[in-house]
């Protein structure tokens, strides 16, 4: 490419806009000239990744060279104390040990340095958050490690291809119709580990994300007049319409059918509580004798005492996991339980836990194990020790 | 789908956790996202990238100073954007004040697209560390205007304006610093990288 059509290139916004991804028109624009200019395209896409790598490397040396400045500044500050009027739900002791601390980090000033003021043990190796890790069971038996399979087909079976793509999900491709309708369809699993979740798109290109300790068995293609699958522990589902074919689920007894519509089953063995709660369309959950269709916004709850409907306040909590963060607001050994899962961690308690003590929040998922606890503890209300994939809870 | 805004509102956690223990990675981690968001602000408002520097690390020197009298504060997002446009123009006192409410601030349209967000995290090491070598042979100037285009997404008549400089200066500057940086990359990773264009492009039509 001649350099004065460089410099043109850089000069025109519109195709800067392309290569941040900006605006829709911009990217249309840019990658039909691509298209008919397939000898320009390696020079483009050079340029492109120069210019995000550029905007990239400059805006972290900048931020880094002005927080060295502030740092500088910080470093011949002088830390405010509170004064006596305070807000009343804070002591004074508390407040004097911050400040010392303040004060003697400032003096010492140079990068930015944890302080060590938690319980937890800060190992060599702390426990890392849970990732898209998940094992596929054929019908014969066979296994295949998902997170350990490359890209592309990773099987065939009754006519339809499972692929594996770049962004970690499995999707059956192939006919919806198997080439032999009299035999029956193969079953297939999908297990995520603690630890571990995974998205599959199953044959009627429905959507289901598995969340940690959970599985999924399903035919792998549909036929006859309903989709029918089986779920242990916790997935999110968005399935696509079809009035003649409805989906349903079942979980130890209960069995949610949908006609096509989004949402979020609960479903763990050490979980009392089975929870169903619908986001959009419509389903109907069965449970036994009794039955119930829910709107979207509603939670059915099935347990050992039977079934409860609630209007569920914050759909977003229910399906934070899906979108990569834990929403609490349960007891301690709730919010444990879900620790463990993603964590792949075992819990045990020292002594007598407060049953009254709830915990409110949100963290991130992808933080490791010991960013998260830090959180925890900073409630006041308690501590952990961790060691190893051990985590003690003390009051 | 991702918001500056929203992302610093969800922030919260490390506000708190500074202003109650002083955790100094939540400091960095508050730092590094509103240092962009507030110059942004600052230079839509007229004021220089420097002008805006000075501001930005007042602010947080005042943050770090007196945590111990934000404790109060419900709202960092509001707080922090609005104590900074109040005294982008005056004298830096600022004051703990309740927030008021949240102006209707512009988004920053610089946010990177899921493609470029993913050849971000994928580059090649080797093609990073090379940028980042030569990026420090740039001079100030230079690394100030090729933030404030590609990164900030100013136009060349902004950026022309706040640096006091015609708008050929500025179209020369970015084309020199690209120049520089793009006689970096070796021939072997342009082989490489005309393989994976194809696979990658491939899969994002499909995915995407």
């Known amino acids: 490419m001649q350099d004065k059509d460089l410099v043109h290139l850089l000069e025109q916004e519109s195709f800067l806009n392309y290569c941040f991804g900006r605006n829709d028109s911009d990217v249309r624009y840019w990658n039909k000239w691509v298209a008919e200019h397939p000898d320009k395209e390696i020079q483009i896409e050079t340029m492109k990744r120069t210019v995000i790598m550029m905007a990239k490397a400059s805006r972290e040396t900048l931020r880094d060279k002005h927080f060295e400045e502030l740092q500088q500044k910080m470093s011949g500050a002088t830390v405010i104390p509170i004064t006596k009027k305070r807000a009343s739900w804070k002591p004074i002791w508390m407040a004097a040990a911050v400040v010392l601390m303040i004060a003697g980090t400032a003096l010492i000033y140079r990068r930015p340095v944890k302080p060590e003021t938690s319980h937890i043990i800060a190992q060599k190796t702390d426990v890392k958050p849970g990732r898209n890790k998940a094992i596929l069971i054929l019908g014969n038996g066979q296994k295949i490690s998902l997170s350990d399979s490359g890209n592309g087909r990773i099987a065939v079976q009754s006519g339809a291809q499972i692929t594996k793509t770049a962004l970690g999900q499995i999707v059956y491709q192939g006919s919806n119709e198997p080439a032999n309708s009299a035999s029956a369809p193969e079953y297939n699993t999908i297990e995520a580990p603690a630890g571990g979740q995974w998205q599959i798109v199953l044959p009627d290109q429905s959507k289901v994300w598995l969340n940690a300790r959970s599985s999924l068995t399903y035919p792998t293609c549909f036929v006859g007049n309903e989709r029918k699958v089986q779920l242990k522990g916790e997935a999110y589902f968005e399935i696509t319409h079809n009035g003649k074919m409805p989906f349903k689920v079942s979980s130890k007894s209960q069995v949610v059918e949908v006609l096509g519509t989004h949402f979020n089953i609960m479903a763990y063995d050490d979980e009392q509580i089975m929870k169903t709660t619908l986001l959009q369309g419509s389903v109907r959950i069965s449970d036994g004798g009794r039955s119930r269709v829910l709107v979207p916004g509603e939670q059915a709850q099935i347990s050992a005492a039977g079934m409860k409907v609630t209007r569920e306040t914050d759909l977003e909590d229910v399906i934070a996991w899906k979108n990569g963060y834990f929403k609490f607001n349960e007891s301690l050994e709730s919010t444990m339980r879900k620790i463990a899962r993603w964590y792949d961690v075992e819990i045990t308690y020292a002594g007598n836990i407060d049953p009254s003590l709830r915990f409110g929040g949100k963290i991130s998922r992808y933080k490791n194990l010991s960013s998260a606890l830090k959180i925890m503890e900073l409630t006041g209300n308690i501590h952990f020790k961790v060691k190893g994939r051990r985590v003690t809870v003390m009051q | ?208």
């Open chain 2, 1 to 208: 789908m991702f918001s500056y805004e929203k992302s610093g509102i969800a922030l919260k956690i490390q506000w708190n956790t500074f202003i109650a223990e002083g955790d100094q990675d939540d400091f960095y981690v508050l730092y590094s996202h509103y240092h962009d968001y507030l110059i942004y602000l600052g230079n839509l408002k007229g004021a220089t990238l420097d002008k805006s520097k000075d501001c930005v690390n007042d602010l947080f020197l005042y943050v770090f100073e007196n945590r111990a009298r934000l404790q109060h504060i419900r709202h960092h997002h509001n707080y922090l954007v609005t104590s900074f446009i109040r005294n982008l123009f005056r004298k830096p006192h600022f004051c703990a004040e309740e927030s008021m409410e949240l102006l209707e601030l512009p988004e920053m349209p610089a946010y990177p697209s899921a493609e470029a967000e993913h050849i971000k995290r994928t580059s090649q090491e080797e093609l990073t560390q090379i940028l980042q070598a030569h990026i420090n042979n740039l001079s100030d100037t230079q690394i100030k205007i090729v933030y404030q285009k590609f990164y900030l997404a100013l136009n060349y008549e902004q950026i022309a304006e706040l640096n006091s400089i015609s708008v050929k200066t500025a179209y020369n500057t970015i084309y020199n610093s690209v120049e520089k940086l793009r006689k970096q990359i070796s021939p072997e990773y342009v082989t490489a990288l005309s393989a994976a264009i194809s696979i990658f492009t491939l899969l994002f039509f499909i995915f995407f």
